[in-house]
């Protein structure tokens, strides 16, 4: 999230309102009889209507819990297949040691490659994959109209929630790509061993969605609209999340009226993940294990959700 500085997007759909007119020989400011053309006064700014927010707001409720609820699940889910494959683990690790090592196998140097990474590496390795893929749909010119409505994050547009996830994965410029990916590298293995892998997506996920909506909020009541893109946002909370810091310039940038970058979704982002580790954590994974338990039921004899949980803090 958060490029503000879109010229070159606009820049795409003018072209072809230019050629257009460019065809009719009406470029010029006079006509042939002497007349000059009507004035024409510039489109009237979008109203400030915040009720227009209010589907984003159930959008980013609904996105938030779910992604959570998501995540616990998902952690449970793991941690009964880590506890119930121990040994299986330890007989495949035996068997790999007997069996013949190939030299040269491309396969074999890949997964050691894999191996070697920590595992905020690879978990943020799909993330980074995602955000290639949609910078190579930016470069296709029959894709582009659809980029920028369902990639592109504005108020003023008729499409409001899809784009508030899609645009965190959404790059036009490969600086601004690139940064941000590298970023999110540096910082992904202490942010996934804090969080731990499953709490670490959601958190993501979420980021990219409510720093979208604090991007919608400030957009309609400055009104100063126009299309954002890029994962910033998303990447503030795991910044905000890990470090605890960095919210003055995007604050100042707000106050002063900067528009190059959209310093409202970084602040946004930001200040969420200052909200999540100070109270969120405790709020809402902490108190996980009810609506896990509501899902998974605990059987007799086997591992539940109380006793994987007794387990985890044990492990961490």
């Known amino acids: 999230m958060a490029w503000r500085s879109c010229s070159v997007l606009l820049r795409l759909t003018g072209e072809d309102a230019l050629r257009s007119s460019a065809r009719g020989g009406r470029i010029s400011v006079q006509q042939r009889c002497n007349f000059r053309k009507p004035e024409q006064r510039p489109p009237p700014s979008p109203p400030r209507h915040f009720g227009l927010l209010l589907k984003p707001l159930v959008f980013t409720v609904g996105f938030t819990g779910c992604s959570f609820g998501a995540a616990a699940i998902w952690q449970y889910e793991s941690l009964k297949f880590r506890v119930q494959s121990y040994f299986d683990e330890v007989r495949a690790d035996w068997l790999e040691k007997l069996r013949p090592q190939k030299r040269g196998n491309v396969r074999k140097e890949i997964n050691q490659w894999w191996n070697s990474l920590s595992e905020g590496q690879r978990t943020v390795t799909g993330i980074i994959a995602a955000n290639a893929i949609v910078f190579c749909c930016w470069r296709i010119p029959s894709l582009r109209r659809s980029m920028l409505k369902y990639f592109t ?64 909020f400030c957009k309609t009541a400055t009104g100063r609209f126009g299309p954002s893109l890029g994962a910033s946002g998303a990447i503030m909370t795991i910044l905000a999340a890990a470090l605890k810091a960095i919210v003055a310039m995007d604050t100042a940038g707000i106050v002063l009226g900067w528009q190059y970058f959209d310093h409202a979704a970084h602040l946004g982002g930001a200040l969420f993940g200052i909200w999540y580790m100070m109270f969120g954590h405790e709020l809402i994974w902490k108190n996980r294990e009810p609506f896990v338990q509501v899902v998974e039921p605990e059987p007799e004899g086997r591992i539940g959700p109380s006793r994987l949980t007794e387990r985890e803090e044990l492990l961490t």
Not at 166 to 181: D, P, Q
Not at 198 to 205: G, K, N
């Open 153 to 216: 994050a504005d108020p003023a547009s008729k499409t409001l929630c899809a784009p508030m996830l899609l645009s965190t994965f959404s790059h036009f410029s490969f600086f601004h790509l690139a940064v941000n990916m590298y970023v999110l590298w540096s910082f992904s293995s202490s942010a996934v061993s804090m969080l731990g892998r499953e709490q670490f997506i959601a958190l993501y996920l979420s980021a990219g969605v409510i720093s979208s909506f604090f991007s919608y």
